[in-house]
């Protein structure tokens, strides 16, 4: 039996994951819905549906057309009355100074409104200073990716990269959160390279939280709403059992 939720909250002193692992207690879900599409009245009114069922919604922001911060304030205000975080899926992925601007600033200023970030580790121990320099005092979150779900990747095992988290002087018992992406019940890829696997090999593969796509949402334009909510419950439950 996996420890509860709320007792790995303690093992972290990081605002952003304390924060994740006690809405999976409070809900008790891992489901993440990433909510990858242009419009912003269709990704709120995705979000919307499935918010009962996350801990966590995570975006695109630079794929929204019609961006506008009023959307940044919906889309707060559906977080707090649904009680789930967002996780802006920027993999940031240059020297410090340059992300640390492109994390505060530009048009999205992503530090402002996402709980949780993510880089790709490659840069070095630079890129996690820039982002921290920003998002720690927001108390912000930022993963590291350390694999890719793609065909192919070059992405396969950096975390383990000395001075960035992993590493010799790290102990055996420290508590790492890791999120999962490329997961779908019943499709095994895209055309594009994407790879999915099932909730429960990626949960025997150690993911804490399942982040699920098109598998929720669906395609082009997307499953209608009531669809939509019955997807979402149907992994969440799924999820469950699995654990
Ligand atoms: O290795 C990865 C890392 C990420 S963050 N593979 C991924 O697919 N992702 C993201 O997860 C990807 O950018 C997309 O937003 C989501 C998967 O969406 P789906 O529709 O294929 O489930």
Not at 14 to 31: D, F, I
Not at 40 to 67: Q, W
Not at 116 to 140: K, Y
Not at 201 to 223: L, M, Q, T
Request: hydrophobic share 40%.
């Amino acid at each position: 039996m996996a420890k509860p939720y709320a007792e790995r909250a303690k093992n972290f002193s990081n605002v952003a994951a304390k924060s994740l692992l006690e809405v999976m207690e409070r809900k008790q879900t891992n489901l993440c819905v990433s909510v990858d599409v242009t419009k912003t009245a269709n990704l709120l009114r995705i979000v919307a549906a499935v918010a009962p069922f996350v801990c966590l919604i995570k975006t695109h922001v630079d794929v929204i057309e019609d961006f506008d911060p009023e959307f940044i304030d919906q889309l707060k205000s559906l977080s707090t009355e649904h009680d789930f975080l967002i996780f802006e899926d920027r993999k940031f992925a240059d020297i410090g100074n340059t992300v640390s601007l492109q994390y505060s600033s530009g048009i999205h200023k992503i530090a402002s409104w996402a709980h949780i970030t993510n880089a790709h580790p490659i840069p070095g121990p630079g890129i996690i200073e820039g982002l921290a320099s920003v998002g720690l005092p927001l108390d912000r979150g930022l993963l590291l990716l350390s694999e890719m779900s793609s065909t192919g990747t070059l992405a396969t095992g950096f975390i383990a990269m000395k001075g960035i988290s992993k590493d010799a002087d790290t102990p055996p018992d420290e508590d790492f959160l890791i999120l999962t992406p490329g997961v779908g019940l019943d499709v095994k890829g895209d055309a594009l390279g994407q790879q999915y696997r099932t909730p429960q090999e990626v949960i025997a593969a150690g993911a804490d939280v399942i982040i699920v796509g098109r598998g929720i949402y669906g395609k082009g334009e997307g499953y209608p709403t009531k669809e939509i909510v019955q997807q979402a419950e149907a992994y969440q439950q799924r999820l469950k059992q699995d654990a």
